[in-house]
């Protein structure tokens, strides 16, 4: 299986920036997908970005043209980088891997880190 642990969250202004990372561990060899997903107090969880290992990616509306999902293979870390900070970006961000091709497929599925906190004030 996989370890995920997120960092980079914090409080910033709005129209600022983060830097969020995720450094995964384990069986790392069998991520095929890796993204970003958000949940607000009050709201349900929403995907926020997602990049494949082919490479496309995908984001929600709210977010695109401000943040970016990339990812380190060699060290095996995924990034999300926020840029224009909202009020409304406020939220718990919880990076994830989907796993497949492992042992007897034991192991397939998805992952989740702990989350970290992202407060944008106005």
């Known amino acids: 299986q996989v370890q995920l642990v997120e960092s980079g969250g914090g409080l910033v202004q709005a129209g600022g920036s983060l830097r969020l990372s995720c450094a995964a561990s384990?069986?790392?060899?069998?991520?095929?997908?890796t993204g970003w997903y958000r949940q607000a107090p009050g709201k349900q969880r929403e995907l926020v970005a997602a990049l494949a290992n082919v490479g496309t990616t995908n984001y929600a509306n709210s977010v695109k043209g401000r943040f970016t999902i990339s990812r380190d293979s060699a060290e095996n870390t995924v990034y999300l980088q926020m840029n224009s900070l909202k009020p409304e970006d406020t939220a718990v961000y919880y990076c994830?891997?989907?796993?497949?091709?492992?042992?007897?497929?034991?192991?397939?599925?998805?992952?989740w880190g702990q989350g970290t906190q992202v407060t944008v004030s106005s």
């Open positions: 384990g069986s790392i060899f069998n991520i095929v997908a």
């Open positions: 994830y891997a989907k796993l497949r091709g492992t042992n007897r497929g034991s192991f397939d599925g998805d992952y």
